[in-house]
């Protein structure tokens, strides 16, 4: 147990205390500007900011005062006149030194009065110094000799000995506070004993349980609830700000307070923090019914994969209802739903991402695709989520994050993925895992709302005339293995092919019968078409029909699409553009009564 009183305090602070026998400086990063709770009377916890929480961990070890630095100015923890004397005192500093700006040559002389006093402990922060000056420039001769300074200071200094409360010599420390240690030159913070790196991590669930449990009762009708009932809105409060700040669950209760939202609607009011809206598409109870129908709904679009799309309707029913993710306890935190569209190429993978996105969400808008063969180089990750600071481009945000800031209830599809560079993969893995991303900016962008889709072709036999093929759960079974084996030994990922599960959905092959209906539709296309461009109304003969609808059938390797490639452009569509064109002006009604293979391979269409 910590003699100080402090086993409850967060970890960071605790360090900090321990430390101070042989630490004169330190370098803070991350989380600093949450609150963080520490313990006080009676079982009670309070959220403070930085400097209090610091000082509250100081005073124990007999310090009089934390004097903190920043662009505007000195502040002085705590804000009374005994610490402000002591400060006054000890560093010279005088007037409301409060006030006015210190900048780089007074800082140095500050800097040097508290690490060198005898007789006074204090503590002195320099905060805000990853923005002294803009991302990528070097510091200014000032700052640079000012920093030079502060690490001579900083190896002289000597712990001393004050007050009773610790018996062995303390530093008066240096605290940086950045938001990366590499906003630093290197040889201030390598290479250096005297200087110690804490990172200031984001609150555990433990912490953020805590915290809920405090903050719920204050919401909008809690003094009603039994406490079965407000533990339970506690616990999911917490589960459901994974990647959260204690800050952001204050807010979070005071948007709801706001919004008139109670503790059983605590999930409604994490959403309205996140993305800025508490309506939730998920809970229409009209998507149920547009559900039931999905099977109709899909299978009339999406030709012959009855299979795949049973499949991925179980997964979409399964994140309506609030189950995706169950089997692994708590609330689910990655996406709504996670499809993984695995097959031959051409069958109706893209189509039945595209079905599903009007299924859900009423709008086929609501659907972004990448293709991640445009994203297998090193430097393509930027374009995904943002350039970091420093390099061209920072501030835009990339297509990814800000297509989901957008329109956060959609459909994400990411083509042929095994595609993607590794450091893709793993932002893969974040947004499976905790359902958010940090952008090139270091905001977060939420994904809980979202349905990803993964497409691939991995493992996909090749098709060869009169040879026999893999079809349904045989074709599953192939597909699934190489799939397995990319994840697992080729691209080393075995976790982001975890967390996708058994939503890995596998199509067949385009059968006879469905590329007959496919070619058929192609065809029905076109005429159409001539009708709405040209106001001609066509008529094919049957033999013109049937020809067109074998010669397009003929090779199945490239799926319906290949269907459509054949019929739209080789067989018809050229061909009639140019009988179209020949078409004496009025023609209203003709007919196609022959289709002619010129030498070279050519196509024409005879009209009447």
């Known amino acids: 147990m910590s003699p100080r009183g402090l086993d409850e305090h967060p970890a960071w602070l605790r360090e900090i205390d321990s430390s101070l026998t042989v630490t004169p400086a330190y370098v803070l990063h991350g989380n600093l500007r949450d609150r963080y709770l520490v313990p006080i009377a009676d079982g009670r916890w309070a959220p403070l900011d930085l400097h209090p929480a610091l000082w509250d961990t100081l005073r124990r070890s007999g310090y009089a005062a934390v004097i903190r630095h920043t662009p505007g100015g000195v502040q002085v923890y705590p804000n009374e006149p005994a610490a402000l004397r002591a400060v006054a005192q000890a560093t010279g500093l005088s007037g409301d030194f409060r006030s006015r700006p210190i900048g780089p040559d007074q800082l140095t002389g500050l800097l040097r009065a508290v690490t ?248 086929q808008n609501a659907y972004v695709r990448f293709d991640m063969s445009e994203f297998a180089a090193d430097h393509s990750e930027a374009r995904l989520i943002g350039s970091p600071p420093g390099y061209e481009g920072h501030g835009e945000g990339g297509e990814l994050t800000n297509a989901v800031r957008q329109r956060p209830f959609c459909v994400v599809l990411f083509d042929e993925v095994e595609k993607a560079h590794p450091r893709i993969l793993d932002k893969f893995l974040q947004i499976l895992s ?108 049957p033999e013109v029909r049937r020809d067109i609808v074998e010669l397009a059938v003929a090779d199945l390797s490239k799926g319906g699409r290949g269907i459509e490639r054949v019929v739209e452009s080789t067989l018809l569509v050229n061909p009639l553009a140019r009988a179209l064109f020949d078409l004496p002006a009025g023609t209203t009604t003709a007919t196609v009564n022959a289709l002619v293979r010129e030498e070279g391979g050519w196509f024409t269409t005879k009209l009447v």
């Open 116 to 363: 060198s006093c005898r007789d006074t402990r204090l503590a002195l922060t320099i905060d805000y110094v990853s923005q002294w000056r803009p991302a990528g420039t070097p510091p200014s001769d000032a700052e640079h000799a000012f920093m030079q300074s502060a690490l001579a200071v900083i190896h002289d200094a000597v712990p001393t000995v004050v007050g009773h409360e610790r018996t062995t010599g303390l530093f008066n420390p240096v605290l940086w506070l950045v938001d990366r240690p590499a906003d630093l030159p290197p040889w201030l913070t390598g290479g250096s004993e005297g200087i110690r790196q804490i990172s200031v991590p984001q609150p555990e669930l433990g912490v953020r349980l805590r915290l809920a449990r405090s903050l719920i009762g204050s919401m909008q009708g809690g003094d009603q609830l039994t406490r079965p009932a407000l533990e339970d809105a506690a616990d999911r409060f917490a589960e459901r700000s994974v990647g959260m700040s204690l800050r952001a669950m204050i807010a979070t209760t005071q948007l709801a307070l706001d919004q008139n939202l109670g503790p059983e609607r605590i999930d409604d009011a994490v959403r309205a923090y996140q993305i800025g809206m508490t309506d939730n598409p998920w809970a229409d109870t009209e998507l149920r019914n547009r559900l039931r129908k999905g099977e109709a709904v899909l299978t009339a679009k999406v030709k012959g994969q009855r299979r795949a799309v049973r499949h991925a309707l179980d997964i979409l029913i399964r994140s309506n209802t609030g189950m995706s993710g169950a089997e692994r306890g708590g609330d689910a935190t990655g996406p709504r739903g996670i499809l993984f569209f695995a097959g031959p190429t051409g069958v109706g993978k893209t189509e039945l991402a595209k079905r599903i996105t009007h299924l859900v969400f009423g709008d």
């Open 434 to 541: 905790d359902g958010r991303l940090t952008d090139g900016s270091g905001d977060t962008v939420h994904f809980g709302e979202t349905i990803i889709v993964f497409t691939s072709n991995l493992g996909v036999p090749e098709l060869r005339p009169g040879e026999p093929v893999p079809v349904g759960a045989e074709l599953e079974a192939v597909v699934k293995h190489a799939i397995e084996h990319e994840f697992s030994v080729t691209i080393h990922r075995p976790e982001l092919l975890g967390r996708i599960g058994d939503n890995i959905v596998v199509f067949d092959y385009i059968d006879p019968v469905t590329a007959v209906e496919l070619a058929d539709n192609a065809v029905g296309n076109v005429m159409r078409r001539a009708a709405e461009q040209h106001g001609v109304e066509l008529t094919l003969a």
